[in-house]
């Protein structure tokens, strides 16, 4: 594999650039129709709005300006690019592969396609576009094979697909089948006709996969800061139980007067993955 050269240089020569492009603009379209489609049918975006409210009633502080760009700021570095949500290491590195893998890889992708020849033959755009796709299929294998499923515990099979899985697939599929296009060399054959299948797989299912939640994420993590900050906590009882109005605040008479430390739980053992 020649990572000094992009397979796209070579596909210029049957199929054009600009017919590339037009390819590049209708996956971006479809995420673009889809994740609104997709907020439409879950209601997400009138959750956040009402949630909103129902969090401004019950604050106790009024946030500045300042306060809520501090929060913008830490949500942007923990939750987005450390990935800080993550409390298993492993899980960590494997989501950080994925995601900037992914972005490197699409972003060099488009600046190739768009760049037209120049661009394509431009050694370094190559050498991040095999980065990207080496870092994206690292994490994406890394996930599926260690970290998917607790089958011990759920009972469900190695092989069991489902529909939540097709993101993850579809990730793994673009990124395999990149290389593989790479490393024979580039042209139209199998792999090509693969790597399209699955970049359209990923692309245009966003109504069926995870795709949205990307968007979702950041927005969520900032709402889940802002809460804490201004005192109404999600609308959720605080981790304080010794405070009475707190107490009452639990829809589970048995949690009214658990103790703050209930041991282990889930953690007690070790998961078993295949």
Not at 63 to 77: E, F, H, P, Q
Not at 120 to 127: D, E, G, K, S
Not at 148 to 163: F, H, L, P, S
Request: a neutral charge; charged letters at 15%.
């Amino acid at each position: 594999m020649d990572i000094t050269q992009t397979p796209i240089a070579g596909l210029s020569a049957t199929i054009s650039f600009e017919t590339m492009q037009i390819f590049v603009i209708v996956m971006v379209s479809l995420v673009i129709l889809m994740t609104i489609i997709d907020v439409i049918h879950k209601k997400s975006m009138r959750w956040f709005n009402e949630n909103a409210a129902a969090g401004k009633a019950n604050a106790t502080k009024d946030l500045s300006a300042g306060d809520k760009a501090g929060i913008a700021a830490k949500t942007i570095v923990e939750d987005v690019v450390l990935s800080g949500e993550f409390c298993s290491t492993k899980r960590r590195i494997a989501h950080l592969l994925t995601m900037y893998g992914f972005i490197l890889f699409n972003a060099m992708t488009a600046i190739i396609i768009f760049g037209g020849a120049e661009a394509a033959a431009n050694t370094l755009y190559a050498q991040l576009w095999h980065i990207g796709a080496i870092m994206l299929a690292l994490g994406g294998w890394w996930f599926w094979l260690f970290i998917r499923v607790d089958v011990a515990a759920e009972g469900n099979k190695w092989y069991n697909i489902d529909r939540m899985d097709m993101f993850s697939i579809s990730l793994i599929a673009t990124s395999t089948f990149a290389l593989i296009w790479s490393y024979v060399g580039g042209g139209t054959g199998i792999s090509f006709g693969l790597f399209i299948l699955s970049a359209v797989s990923l692309f245009g299912g966003v109504l069926w996969s995870k795709f949205a939640h990307m968007f979702f994420k950041p927005f969520a993590a900032y709402d889940k800061r802002t809460t804490k900050a201004d005192g109404s906590y999600m609308n959720l009882p605080t981790i304080n139980r010794d405070d009475p109005e707190q107490r009452a605040r639990h829809s589970m008479e048995l949690l009214v007067d658990a103790p703050m430390d209930m041991g282990l739980g889930i953690k007690r053992e070790t998961p078993n993955h295949y």
